[in-house]
């Protein structure tokens, strides 16, 4: 089960600024973000082979980036479909392709204009026609905080779950966006604050929802043994699983969660994770966990097993996800307070963790953290890594 | 909602019964699996064959939503609006979606029996919504 198992480390990460109009191309951002985290690795883009992103119509792909940058040679490359679900896959089957040897240098990004170019959920364009789409969008639904919203209300009929409850994981991660310099939002919220903005999809609200966001992260990923000439501590990928196999889009399940709309693929996957990791979930130190809506970050607390299916609520009521908690949770603010890049900045937030450079937001002795991608609710699958500090 | 259904080569017989107004499922001629949304391909039994049976055109609440953010122009008439997902009682992984019609939202609750109805539009297409059972 140890796979490839901290034989590949993140060596370097980079961001641009995040904005509601980025005002340039997503190339751009791109390249701005690649350039940073080579930077930040000590490399330049002489040293990479290897380009990795995920899009779903809405970016620039590797064999754009690639000719437009002046990698010399690329030995690999992958352009992944897919939005959330498949965020950290991206990372994993990079470090797959450095542990097998085809290529050394990868540099893994995520560059949309997710407010001012692309909005998810077809404001201002039409929804993209894929398959299920046909028996949910004459009835104008479409959009993911819809998706989420009957998610969600799944979960409170089958065990209680609350606003309050919800509403404590808004208010959680924007108390550490408070700290974090990069964020969209570090304006403090109180559960008041949560309780009074409006509806979005019931029962949903406004501030359940992530920010659509302009901006690009990218992180380097090599072997370990180069990481370590490199700047910075090394942070291995331990564990990477992702796959599943059930989508709730139109209520196909074939798995063992049937169409329990209450239970995710991450509780498909997250065995897996823990044993290519060598870890379970009472080692994890810090989890990035995915946030597009407030929901789908209760229901990871369970299906990851740091809490009994149907005590989410409780858990985060509890306090444990705060940043002086048992667990701290999105460390950054999240999609819901940093903004949204579709994963990747979960990843770049650990990696930060796992140095012990985050500031005023450190985790004290933060050596193992979790981050992981869309729960699968939306195509048939999830991606999840496990990352550890190489002090 | 002015937002048409895109069949496609799979689901097609589904979406003409509906301009019927008839309501089916697919059922396998391998193991008499009845299965919805419409598939080339039982996931129990793995047969290819299958055909399209009525169903029984009730079901019951799972979950569902109020909406209430304009998402796409026509719907700006129309909010707050619900969207219903609903279990039909030809088998508990047998799910549709659809708006609620002559009922009030306050009313929704897990497992509130409901039956579907259609509705024609003015340029010809057709869809599922559900109604609660009196």
């Known amino acids: ?391 | 909602m002015s937002i048409k259904p895109e069949e496609d080569r799979d689901s097609a017989p589904w979406w003409e019964a509906v301009r019927r107004h008839e309501l089916t499922v697919q059922r396998c001629e391998g193991c008499g699996t009845p299965r919805f949304p419409a598939r080339a391909v039982c996931n129990r039994c793995r047969s290819l064959e299958y055909t399209w049976v009525p169903a029984r055109g009730t079901g019951r609440v799972y979950s569902w939503i109020v909406n209430h953010q304009v998402f796409a122009r026509p719907m700006a008439e129309l909010v707050p609006f619900p969207v219903l997902l609903v279990r039909l009682d030809d088998g508990d992984d047998l799910l549709m979606y659809g708006n609620l019609v002559d009922g009030d939202a306050a009313e929704l609750r897990e497992g509130l029996p409901v039956e579907a109805v259609f509705a024609d539009d003015d340029e010809g297409a057709t869809v599922v919504q559900w109604r609660p059972r009196r």
């Open chain 1, 1 to 391: 089960m140890r796979g490839f198992r901290d034989r590949t480390a993140i060596a370097g990460v980079g961001y641009t600024g995040f904005s509601k109009d980025s005002g340039v191309s997503t190339l751009t951002l791109a390249a701005r973000a690649i350039l940073a985290a080579l930077d930040d690795a000590g490399l330049t883009v002489d040293d990479v082979d290897a380009l990795a992103t995920h899009r779903v119509g809405d970016s620039t792909p590797p064999w754009v980036v690639a000719p437009a940058l002046g990698v010399p040679e690329v030995r690999w490359y992958l352009d992944q479909f897919g939005g959330g679900s498949v965020s950290h896959s991206v990372i994993a089957q990079a470090a797959m392709a450095v542990a097998s040897g085809v290529a050394e240098t990868v540099v893994c990004y995520r560059a949309i204009n997710a407010r001012s170019e692309f909005r998810m959920g077809g404001t201002g364009r039409a929804p993209a026609p894929v398959f299920d789409m046909q028996y949910q969008a004459p009835y104008g639904y479409f959009a993911p905080p819809q998706q989420f919203a009957m998610f969600a209300r799944a979960h409170m009929n089958a065990y209680g779950t609350t606003h309050e409850q919800l509403g404590r994981i808004a208010v959680t991660q924007r108390a550490n966006a408070v700290k974090n310099a990069r964020a969209l939002k570090r304006d403090p919220i109180t559960l008041d604050d949560y309780l009074a903005s409006r509806w979005i999809a019931e029962p949903l609200r406004l501030l359940d929802c992530c920010l659509e966001t302009d901006g690009a992260c990218a992180v380097v990923v090599t072997s370990r043994e180069r990481a370590r000439d490199l700047r910075h501590t090394p942070v291995l990928v331990s564990g990477a699983a992702w796959g599943g196999g059930d989508s709730f889009f139109s209520g196909a399940g074939s798995g063992p969660s049937g169409t329990d709309f209450t239970v995710t693929e991450a509780a498909r996957i997250a065995p897996r994770l823990y044993a290519m990791a060598g870890v379970g979930p009472e080692d994890i130190d810090v989890a990035e966990l995915y946030d597009c809506f407030t929901y789908s970050v209760l229901v990871q607390l369970e299906d990851y097993g740091f809490c009994a299916k149907g005590e989410g609520g409780p858990f985060v009521e509890s306090g444990a996800t705060a940043l002086d908690g048992a667990l701290p949770v999105n460390t950054h603010g999240g999609f819901l307070s940093e903004g949204y890049v579709h994963g990747i900045n979960h990843v770049a937030e650990a990696v930060s963790q796992l140095r012990g450079t985050a500031g005023d937001r450190q985790v004290p002795g933060a050596e193992v953290a979790l981050s992981t991608a869309q729960p699968g609710y939306v195509l048939a699958g999830t991606s999840a890594l496990v990352l550890r500090s190489d002090r």
